[in-house]
Nanobody, 124 residues
Framework: QVQLVESGGGSVQPGGSLRLSCRAS????????MAWYRQAPGEERELVAS???????NYADSAKGRFTISRDNAKNTIYLQMNSLKPEDTAVYYC??????????????????WGPGIQVTVSS
């Protein structure tokens, strides 16, 4: 089995910073694209930022210039550095990853995994 676990969330004042981490563990053979999504109350889940296996990044317009996604392949971990946080960044943040086990790679099956989510609250 494969698991994703997020950490680093919490409460911060507007203009503050947080760094989220997401570590993958289990029977991992290869990790391809990874991403951060978020979901605010009453809203649909939306992509915040993504990073390919070759560290090519993509950001939502709302994240550009303020958030930075990165990955440490040796640790099976991605990060989301969030600066200049705004109240509208308040949401549950989810880690997402395309992870292949030996069995799924042999079978040609694509598996997408999600973390349980972590709360980020930006409020004065």
């Amino acid at each position: 089995q494969v698991q994703l676990v997020e950490s680093g969330g919490g409460s911060v004042q507007p203009g503050g910073s947080l760094r989220l981490s997401c570590r993958a563990s289990g029977m991992i053979f290869v990790i391809n694209d990874m991403a951060w999504y978020r979901q605010a109350p009453g809203e649909e889940r939306e992509l915040v930022a993504s990073i390919t296996g070759r560290s090519i990044t993509n950001y939502a317009d709302s994240a550009k210039g303020r958030f930075t996604i990165s990955r440490d392949n040796a640790k099976n971990t991605i990060y989301l550095q969030m600066n200049s946080l705004k109240p509208e960044d308040t949401a549950v943040y989810y880690c997402n990853a395309d992870i292949g086990t030996i069995a799924s790679v042999k079978a040609g099956i694509k598996n997408i995994y999600w973390g349980p989510g972590i709360q980020v609250t930006v409020s004065s």
